[in-house]
């Protein structure tokens, strides 16, 4: 199988996201001889990630996050390469990406605490952006062929707020 990875949260500018990617990753390479892994790295983390596999191959793909080029223009090069499936890592999945994909959602904290009182934009532009994130997750959720998260209680959130059947989520602990 060819399988990309949107690890463009690769590294410590992507925190805690960027943590899991690593890891990820890292044991992906030890544990896999047979699949060939596609991963697409922003520019700052494509000199930090060096394949310790033959399998494993870099991409650059300096899109920024939560940017219109991830949507526009992300889903392009990842149909390119003609894949057989893509993880996001995280839940911005491009709404112009139509290849078979799974999705990783740590939580759903910004669906539960809004962060309007926290942010200087007018509340027109807050609440648009909110609604996009909506409409980005809730669309992730609908397309995804399975829904990887972190604990039962993001399992559970899922289930109630966005109505996904349980044998659609896999809950998979992230290590200490």
Not at 48 to 72: G, I, M, R, T
């Amino acid at each position: 199988m060819k399988i990309g990875i949107d690890a463009r949260f690769f590294g410590p500018t992507g925190k805690g996201i960027g943590r899991y990617t690593q890891e990820l990753i890292a044991n992906l390479e030890k544990s896999n001889q047979k699949d060939d892994y596609f991963i697409f790295l922003r520019q700052e983390g494509f000199n930090l990630y060096q394949p310790q596999n033959p399998h494993f191959h870099k991409v650059l793909a300096d899109y920024p996050w939560y940017s219109w080029q991830e949507q526009v223009l992300f889903p392009k090069q990842l149909a390119s390469q003609r894949l057989d499936l893509v993880h996001f890592l995280h839940f911005n999945v491009p709404l112009f990406y139509f290849g078979r994909f799974v999705v990783t959602i740590h939580d759903l904290t910004l669906l539960q605490y809004p962060t309007q009182h926290k942010n200087s934009l007018a509340k027109f532009i807050y609440s648009f952006k909110h609604g996009f994130f909506i409409l980005i997750l809730k669309n992730a959720l609908r397309r995804a062929e399975k829904i990887i998260t972190d604990s039962e209680k993001s399992k559970k959130d899922l289930i109630k707020n966005f109505h996904i059947k349980s044998e659609k989520i896999k809950v998979v602990y992230l290590a200490c």
